[in-house]
């Protein structure tokens, strides 16, 4: 059994965005301090953690001066380079672990994964090349959807092939990096859930949410989702299997497409995940610090929720509409990004809709 | 009309401690910065600030700094010297204002206001020689407290007179600071309001809790409080007198002695307050997030309460317990101090007893 990590204690974070800030003060309310290491300078993490390094991902000295400051390492965003995890993980461990993050980080790997544990995903094939992509799209059919394998988010590195006639301009859009070719899944919307594994293999989700997105981001996340309660049960049992499966400790989330057949897994993400934010604002312990509880050993709380909530992003001069929103009794999460650019994530909204009584 | 502190300024605090930290976190969700001005080291709020000046409020230049820094300034507590006052008034808006400092910073004149204002105080007597003492118990009678007019918090500074026999030793233990003699009440139980107030006048309080205290020190609060109906609009009533009286902006907490006649006002303290944490876990909008909001000039919440919540401080050594109340599922908040020593307080927990539908 794990020994907890003391109150006290530091929490190294690899990344210094808005998870990274979030992960920090849910730290920083249990006692214990937060140490981000990230590239970027003026991040929104820096404004609320104990302490940062700004160094680049290829510095060994300074990922080996972060991993000897810190009691263990977690991470908010799962493309960490293989370089830089061999040097930390031999100064402090990382939660979730390198299994986790290699299916994640490689969309043919994860989906291999899925599927070797029985669960569905969208048809796919592996594409490196233009033979690939055409006896992929002789398989699958179009529309489908080519995307690089890896370091693909909020829809980048994707390309939509509506006819084979499309399939060139698709595969030049990689740029030559290896890709999957995903078929479409009519699906009726998307939920997702959000499950935490501690170090002794205790289970918790929450409850899952809907959904919206736009052009590729997420726009809003509702929850309850519309789901069936054997929908609800099939999706926090499908979360709790990959968890397990993962030997995983500390948030995933988990996006699934749903059909009036099946529910589908789109994709896993090793850490908190924007669809979970509205458990700020739901749940006595939100995922922040459910991830804290997770990686530093912590008894996990029991995802319970207290509220309706809808969650929704602030994206771009949406934050012309802070004021309005500050007016309205909703909770403003802003991440202290000092500019505004279209499509950059910069707050959200979770509106309370009503009070679940128990 | 005043305009709102725009995303990404600052706010300076004065004082480190966990109400500075629990104000810094705060302000940080809106997207605001936090400036923290702190004589001690390795402070709470250290943790979570975004700047710390670690300096003696008789260090000019330091507090020249500080106020230039800044684009408005507040306290986490009240006992701020009027030297430091009269420096960083010139140089960044105060909120609360002097006004509300001063008199909160006196019992004698506290006292005088409220009693100014039509509101019921226990009966008291201005005390500077053992001669006025005298003649204040023969006036008010015993049992009686004996207490400083200035700088007593947590029970400090004070001396129970049981009889009046017991005078003497009462008065050498103020040690020659001027005191007030106050009679006792004989009151059921203590309530709080916690209220507060915009700049344009608006007035949001939450919902009384009941407060327990063992030692001076407040233990637990309980929301909803044992109030009538009428009780709770008085409570509410006169929070909201106190606050337009002091043209008040900010969070202002409000002490209650409840009588089958009357509410008494015990105390009031121009800040967040420990009797307010609850709302941390049983509203959307915290007295953390309220208070900033208020002297940010931002649109106050109001005070919405979605859940019965019990609040119990965790104080000196019941960091022990924090393992099993990590357990339990409540709400963990601590402070981050290094060093447990007894009577200090370390954190909070706050328990979600159940949820109220809206």
Same mark, same amino acid.
């Given at each position: 059994?794990?020994?907890?990590?003391?109150?006290?204690?530091? *929490?190294?974070?690899?990344?210094?965005?808005?998870?990274?800030?979030?992960?920090?003060?849910?730290?920083?309310?249990?006692?214990?301090?937060?140490?981000?290491?990230?590239?970027?300078?003026?991040?929104?993490?820096?404004?609320?953690?104990?302490?940062?390094?700004?160094? #680049?991902?290829?510095?060994?000295?300074?990922?080996?001066?972060?991993?000897?400051?810190?009691?263990?390492?977690?991470?908010?965003?799962?493309?960490?380079?293989?370089?830089?995890?061999? *040097? !930390?993980?031999?100064?402090?461990?990382?939660?979730?672990?390198?299994?986790?993050? $290699?299916?994640?980080?490689?969309?043919?790997?994860?989906?291999?994964?899925?599927?070797? !544990?029985?669960?569905?995903?969208?048809?796919?094939? &592996?594409?490196?090349?233009?033979?690939?992509? &055409?006896?992929?799209?002789?398989?699958?059919?179009?529309?489908?959807?080519?995307?690089?394998?890896?370091?693909?988010?909020?829809?980048?590195?994707?390309?939509?092939?509506? @006819?084979?006639?499309?399939?060139?301009?698709?595969?030049?859009?990689?740029?030559?990096?290896?890709?999957?070719?995903?078929?479409?899944?009519?699906? #009726?919307?998307?939920? #997702?859930?959000?499950? $935490?594994? #501690?170090?002794?293999?205790?289970?918790?989700?929450?409850?899952?949410?809907?959904?919206?997105?736009?052009?590729?981001?997420?726009?809003?996340?509702?929850?309850?989702?519309?789901?069936?309660?054997? /929908?609800?049960?099939?999706?926090?049992?499908?979360?709790?299997?990959?968890?397990?499966?993962?030997?995983?400790?500390?948030?995933?989330?988990?996006?699934?497409?749903?059909?009036?057949?099946?529910?589908?897994?789109?994709?896993? @993400?090793?850490?908190?995940?924007?669809?979970?934010?509205?458990?700020?604002?739901?749940?006595?312990?939100? /995922?922040?610090? /459910?991830?804290?509880?997770?990686? $530093?050993?912590?008894?996990?709380?029991?995802?319970?929720?207290?509220?309706?909530?809808?969650?929704?992003?602030?994206?771009?001069?949406?934050?012309?509409?802070?004021?309005?929103?500050?007016?309205?009794?909703? $909770?403003?999460?802003?991440?202290?990004?000092?500019?505004?650019?279209?499509?950059?994530?910069?707050?959200?909204?979770?509106?309370?809709?009503?009070?679940?009584?128990?």
């Amino acid at each position: 059994m794990t020994k907890p990590l003391p109150v006290g204690a530091t *929490i190294g974070i690899l990344g210094g965005g808005q998870l990274g800030r979030m992960l920090a003060v849910a730290a920083a309310r249990l006692g214990l301090k937060t140490h981000i290491f990230e590239p970027g300078t003026n991040v929104p993490a820096g404004d609320v953690a104990h302490q940062m390094t700004t160094a #680049s991902y290829d510095d060994a000295a300074a990922l080996r001066a972060f991993g000897e400051a810190v009691d263990i390492i977690t991470y908010e965003f799962e493309n960490i380079p293989t370089s830089a995890l061999d *040097i !930390l993980e031999a100064l402090a461990p990382i939660h979730p672990g390198r299994n986790a993050l $290699a299916t994640s980080q490689d969309r043919l790997t994860e989906k291999t994964f899925l599927q070797d !544990l029985g669960l569905q995903t969208a048809p796919f094939a &592996d594409v490196t090349s233009m033979a690939d992509l &055409d006896a992929a799209i002789a398989q699958i059919g179009t529309p489908a959807i080519l995307k690089t394998r890896r370091m693909g988010y909020d829809g980048k590195g994707q390309a939509r092939i509506m @006819a084979p006639g499309e399939a060139g301009a698709a595969f030049d859009a990689m740029a030559g990096a290896p890709a999957i070719l995903e078929g479409f899944v009519d699906f #009726s919307h998307e939920v #997702s859930v959000i499950g $935490a594994r #501690s170090p002794e293999g205790a289970v918790a989700c929450y409850d899952p949410g809907e959904n919206v997105h736009s052009d590729g981001i997420l726009r809003t996340t509702t929850v309850p989702a519309k789901l069936s309660p054997s /929908q609800r049960t099939d999706a926090v049992l499908i979360a709790a299997k990959i968890l397990n499966a993962l030997d995983y400790v500390g948030v995933l989330g988990v996006e699934l497409f749903v059909t009036p057949q099946a529910l589908i897994v789109n994709e896993i @993400a090793p850490r908190v995940h924007n669809s979970g934010h509205w458990t700020q604002n739901g749940c006595t312990i939100c /995922q922040f610090e /459910q991830h804290i509880r997770a990686v $530093a050993g912590w008894p996990l709380g029991d995802g319970a929720r207290h509220a309706d909530v809808v969650m929704e992003n602030l994206i771009g001069d949406d934050m012309d509409r802070v004021p309005a929103l500050a007016k309205s009794g909703a $909770a403003i999460h802003l991440y202290g990004k000092a500019e505004v650019k279209p499509g950059r994530k910069m707050g959200h909204v979770n509106r309370v809709i009503k009070a679940v009584g128990t």
